[in-house]
């Protein structure tokens, strides 16, 4: 069955960095675009980094540009968010995403991991 499973997450202090990773299995991931998103309490979710099923193009939300780094390894079924320079506002769940649109959408999603910024 379909399994997309994020970790990683953590408490660390504002300035610090962490890295998410997401491990799916029970689809085809290297023809998935793959998301991260996140939700602070209280706050819709909101789009953090996408990366193409290739990995050639990625897009990032203003809020974390020049911070956060998407990629993936297709031979691993993986894709990964280096976050540095972390700020209190960054604390959220961040969820794992995987979409593709043909004549269907497909979408699946993991279960969240907690992430806070705090001195």
């Known amino acids: 069955q379909v399994q997309v499973v994020e970790s990683g997450g953590g408490l660390v202090q504002p300035g610090g960095s962490l890295r998410l990773s997401c491990a799916a299995s029970g689809f085809s991931f290297n023809t998935y675009t793959m998301s991260w998103y996140r939700q602070a309490p209280g706050k819709e979710r909101e789009l953090v980094a996408t990366?193409?099923?290739?990995?050639?193009?990625?897009n990032y939300a203003d809020s974390v540009k020049g911070r956060f780094t998407i990629s993936r390894l297709n031979s691993k079924n993986t894709v990964y968010l280096q976050m540095n320079s972390l700020k209190p506002e960054d604390t959220a769940v961040y969820y794992c995403?995987?979409?593709?649109?043909?004549?269907?959408?497909?979408?699946?999603w993991g279960q969240g991991t907690q992430v806070t910024v705090s001195s």
């Open positions: 995403n995987a979409l593709r649109r043909t004549t269907v959408v497909l979408s699946y």
């Open positions: 990366i193409t099923s290739a990995g050639g193009s990625t």
